[in-house]
């Protein structure tokens, strides 16, 4: 018994003697060169967007990296699904391109089985080969693993055998926060010569939580610091992306959705957007720009904005944000007379980030004009009025955000002669 009680007070003391370590443990070298930028492109269809995207987007970015393929898992059984990459428009792009192969989870054992290890090595090699047929000589290859920290051991194996394989072609990895609490970390990031530490992870207790996010500033700083008392080259991996968060009945978590066409929307409980909060990202951008630690080279995107992906920021958005500047939406209503008594109103976001439509505004014009009739567009629905005004308002649940420089007819008017028509816009 006094044993027990002996443990139980020597091991606070344990802790606050680690703490104080730590916290007066002398901090990594500082960085004196310019901070750079890369992206990932994830997508697996590489659409005629996407392609423009790898065109227009990569002005200020060090290089860029594709997912090439991805293997999956189940049982004894693996499979490798190829991405079909346009490889001579990447070799045309102007930016160094790595590849990244994503590795689904597995168990220990087929991670340490050497049939299996062999096989990843082969798709490797088979991945990195079809590049070099297509015209693109990579940059690199990209392990990109969600490992169990307790495999760290074990995927320290296979990289090597990957790496020995591709020799003199660089393979680099992504790693997670957690991994850092294995003696196995160090180990692992020095058989590499770079590695990309993704600070972009949630649990089901943070998405469940009253204040979600996808990144928290105070946890990725800390893990930078850490993450540079390894003395390897790394970068940080930043969200730009949304989810739908899918609950059930009982408000759980049932399910993350990236696409707004997925089947798992049926029959939701509930559905939430959580998105990457570009105003506390620039300001950890901003902080990286003024001291980081000298073996960070700089930020890799996740991931490139592509016109028409509602669920990542546009590209004025993350443009700002890489300068470290919080951007802002700018709304404005206004009306246009394409014909005779007719009135439309348009919302436009003439900023650099998302802008919401209004919930509610009132259109009025001047005595002696009859209104003949009107109706909203989209989610927009009428909303009564009286002489000489008409209110409009928002039906939910529906997308109210503006892209930079969206614009979007909301409602129209038609009168029995020419009008001026002035809006008013409630306060949210």
Same mark, same amino acid.
């Given at each position: ?17 680690? %703490? ?7 901090? +990594? ?29 990569? @002005? ?32 045309a ?15 220990? %054992? ?12 082969? @798709?490797?090699?088979?991945?990195? #080969? ?10 690199e ?9 307790? @495999?760290? %051991?074990?995927?320290? +194996? ?11 072609? &660089?393979? !680099?990895?992504?790693?997670?926060? !957690?991994?850092?609490?294995?003696g ?23 998405l469940?939580? &009253? ?19 390894? =003395? ?17 009945s ?9 696409? %707004?066409?997925?089947?798992?929307l049926r029959?939701?409980? =509930?559905v ?9 990202? $620039?300001?950890?951008? #901003? =902080?990286?720009?003024?001291?980081? &630690? ?14 028409g ?15 470290g ?14 014909a ?5 109103i348009?919302?436009?976001n003439?900023?650099d980030?998302?802008?919401?439509? &209004?919930?509610?505004w009132? $259109? ?5 004009? !009859? ?31 503006l ?26």
């Amino acid at each position: 018994m006094l044993r027990r009680v002996a443990r139980t007070l020597f091991l606070p003391v344990v802790l606050v003697a680690a %703490a104080l370590l730590w916290w007066h443990a002398p901090r +990594a070298p500082r960085a004196e060169h310019a901070m750079e930028h890369s992206a990932y492109v994830w997508q697996r269809d590489w659409t005629p967007a996407v392609r423009r995207a790898v065109e227009q987007r990569l @002005q200020g970015m060090r290089d860029v990296s594709v997912l090439a393929g991805e293997i999956a898992w189940s049982g004894d059984a693996r499979t490798m699904t190829a991405v079909r990459l346009p490889w001579r428009d990447l070799a045309a792009c102007g930016r160094p391109v790595g590849l990244a192969l994503r590795l689904g989870s597995c168990d220990r %054992a087929t991670l340490s089985d050497p049939e299996a290890v062999a096989w990843v090595r082969s @798709q490797a090699q088979s991945v990195v #080969r079809a590049a070099r047929e297509g015209g693109l000589e990579p940059a690199e290859l990209q392990l990109d693993f969600d490992a169990a920290t307790s @495999q760290l %051991a074990a995927y320290r +194996a296979l990289v090597q055998e990957v790496s020995g394989a591709l020799a003199p072609l &660089p393979v !680099t990895l992504t790693t997670l926060p !957690t991994w850092m609490s294995s003696g196995d970390f160090g180990p692992l990031v020095r058989s590499v010569p770079r590695f990309v530490l993704q600070v972009h992870a949630f649990d089901r207790a943070r998405l469940e939580g &009253p204040e979600a996010t996808l990144c928290d500033a105070r946890d990725a700083t800390r893990w930078v610091e850490r993450a540079a008392g390894f =003395g390897v080259p790394f970068d940080v991996a930043l969200p730009t992306y949304g989810y739908l968060v899918v609950h059930g009945s009982d408000q759980r978590v049932t399910g993350l959705v990236a696409e %707004a066409h997925d089947e798992r929307l049926r029959g939701a409980a =509930g559905v939430r957007e959580l998105s990457a909060d570009p105003a506390a990202i $620039a300001g950890l951008v #901003r =902080g990286w720009l003024e001291d980081r &630690p000298a073996c960070m080279r700089g930020v890799v995107w996740y991931r490139l904005p592509v016109e028409g992906d509602r669920l990542n920021w546009s590209w004025p958005t993350l443009a700002s944000v890489m300068r470290g500047v919080v951007p802002q939406g700018s709304l404005r209503m206004e009306t246009e007379h394409p014909a005779p008594g007719l009135v439309e109103i348009v919302a436009r976001n003439d900023g650099d980030a998302d802008a919401p439509l &209004p919930r509610g505004w009132s $259109a009025r014009w001047k005595d002696g004009t !009859t209104l003949l009739g009107r109706d909203g567009l989209g989610t927009v629905v009428t909303a009564g009025g009286g002489p000489g005004a008409a209110n409009f308002s928002l039906a939910a649940p529906g997308d109210r955000r503006l892209r930079p420089g969206e614009r979007r007819r909301v409602a129209w008017m038609r009168f029995d002669a020419d009008t001026e028509v002035t809006l008013h816009v409630e306060d949210d």
